[in-house]
């Protein structure tokens, strides 16, 4: 009896663990679309980068700064923004794990374009994933202003 108690609250713990799991991949999440901007939840604003260039420039930007910064599994989406990813993903250790890279790209009213940086660990329930999305969005907006104040080659 106390055993089938404890295999029963066990097994529900289980498929509740993974179904929280399942539902928090911002990987998942951005893989059911790829190429579109129809992903279940939009980018993240980020830190605004103002670059003085065209939109199409501005994605080129923003895709040569997520290489730089080493990610991988790089995708454009259909509204300039793009998206990588960086780190490991077997672990859960907060600087090793894996992390959503991502650069927004939005045109203003006056024509100038905005890149939003931003990173966020893979899973959303992850809890100590702040520090290292801090250091990754201050890589990402450093490299989005190098590429934006250097003549193109």
């Given at each position: 009896m106390?055993?089938?108690?404890?295999?029963?609250?066990?097994?529900?713990?289980?498929?509740?663990?993974?179904?929280v799991?399942?539902?928090?991949?911002?990987?998942?999440?951005?893989?059911?679309?790829?190429?579109?901007?129809?992903?279940?939840?939009?980018?993240?604003?980020?830190?605004?980068?103002?670059?003085?260039?065209?939109?199409?420039?501005?994605?080129?930007?923003?895709?040569?700064?997520?290489?730089?910064?080493?990610?991988?599994?790089?995708?454009?989406?259909?509204?300039?923004?793009?998206?990588?990813?960086?780190?490991?993903?077997?672990?859960?250790?907060?600087?090793?794990?894996?992390?959503?890279?991502?650069?927004?790209?939005?045109?203003?009213?006056?024509?100038?374009?905005?890149?939003?940086?931003?990173?966020?660990?893979?899973?959303?329930?992850?809890?100590?994933?702040?520090?290292?999305?801090?250091?990754?969005?201050h890589?990402?907006?450093?490299?989005?202003?190098?590429?934006?104040?250097?003549?193109?080659?």
């Open positions: 106390v055993l089938a108690a404890f295999l029963g609250v066990f097994i529900a713990m289980c498929v509740g663990g993974a179904i799991l399942i539902r928090s991949d911002r990987k998942r999440a951005t893989g059911r679309a790829p190429g579109t901007a129809q992903q279940g939840k939009p980018l993240p604003p980020g830190t605004p980068v103002e670059v003085f260039v065209g939109p199409e420039a501005a994605t080129q930007i923003a895709r040569s700064a997520i290489q730089l910064v080493g990610a991988h599994d790089i995708t454009d989406l259909n509204n300039g923004s793009v998206i990588g990813w960086i780190g490991s993903s077997v672990t859960n250790i907060p600087s090793k794990a894996e992390y959503m890279i991502a650069v927004s790209r939005v045109i203003q009213p006056d024509g100038s374009v905005v890149l939003g940086c931003s990173a966020q660990p893979r899973f959303s329930s992850m809890a100590f994933g702040s520090r290292r999305s801090a250091e990754l969005t890589r990402l907006v450093s490299e989005v202003r190098n590429l934006a104040s250097s003549p193109a080659s």
